[in-house]
């Protein structure tokens, strides 16, 4: 089943778990590399590769890392067909044939692989972007709330106000406002291409849940509390300071405009870099 983002990207998911996706149609070359007998790790990187049956270069592989918003391949091949894609591609269009190797699904990981993959970030500087590692991922419309969206991004954050920044992704359904940080597992570190795929999936799955159950429904992800903690507090404040105004905006949509997710997404539509998020 093929299913196709907010930004346009067709990507194929699994009929069973349509959450699950298995392929996509188009793909960014984000690593070119080599690896060969005598580089660290060349035994352990080959190991995959001999468990399937494909350990058919000993003098070493050319290696081609594809990446799109949701899914990740890498590409084994000649060391020759590499280098000749490295000469071709040097004005971004050269090509390759991919029938001439092997290609698996998603960037492998462990010995060998996790000192020689650098982190790479779907938003990069170097295409454009604010920062690496900071800038919208996808987006899917929801099918439920008419205008809002669920809406992956990379961003700066911490894990505890006043601890250290990091590069993370998550998602943000701008019809609930729910905010991530406060749903254990659904912010991770921005480590790789399985990272943003884990929050996609997570984004495919908070949709899902509102079209099966409903928004509202005590089953659904997706939950508006329509400002009810936000009137809570206020009142509190009100109470203990005896003034008449509210100390923080009265409705979800407000609130997160201006303290949540969606001021951070807001600049990042805008190309701006915002503040490290709960810094």
């Known amino acids: 089943m093929q299913i196709t983002n907010t930004y346009g990207t067709p990507h194929h998911v699994s009929d069973a778990s349509p959450s699950h996706v298995m392929s996509c149609d188009y793909y960014r070359v984000p690593l ?29 592989y050319g290696l081609i890392f594809l990446e799109s918003e949701e899914f990740s391949a890498v590409y084994f091949g000649a060391i020759t067909q590499i280098e ?55 987006a899917f419309a929801h099918t439920e709330i008419p205008g809002a969206e669920v809406i992956v991004y990379e961003f700066e954050g911490t894990w505890r106000p006043g601890g250290e920044a990091k590069q993370m992704v998550t998602y943000h359904c701008t019809g609930c406002h729910e905010d991530t940080f406060h749903d254990s597992g659904h912010v991770h570190d921005n480590t790789g291409p399985d990272r943003r795929r884990w929050a996609a ?68 539509r805008a190309g701006i870099r915002p503040p490290v998020y709960r810094a």
């Open 201 to 268: 999936r997570q984004a495919r799955q908070h949709l899902i849940s509102a079209s099966r159950h409903g928004v509202g429904d005590k089953k659904s992800a997706c939950r508006p509390t329509n400002g009810e903690m936000l009137r809570a507090v206020n009142a509190l404040a009100r109470e203990k300071w005896g003034t008449p105004g509210n100390a923080l905006p009265d409705t979800d949509d407000a609130y997160c405009a201006t303290k949540g997710p969606c001021s951070v997404i807001r600049e990042l």
């Open 84 to 138: 000749q894609y490295k000469r071709d591609n040097t004005d971004g269009t050269g090509t390759f044939d991919g029938s001439l190797g092997v290609t698996y699904a998603q960037w492998p990981q462990g010995a060998g692989w996790d000192d020689y993959i650098p982190r790479v970030f779907w938003n990069a500087k170097a295409r454009g972007a604010v920062a690496d590692g900071v800038g919208l991922v996808t």
């Open 32 to 60: 070119v590399g080599v690896i060969a007998p005598g580089n660290p790790g060349f035994e352990d990187m080959v190991k995959v590769l001999q468990d399937n049956g494909h350990h058919s270069r000993p003098e070493g």
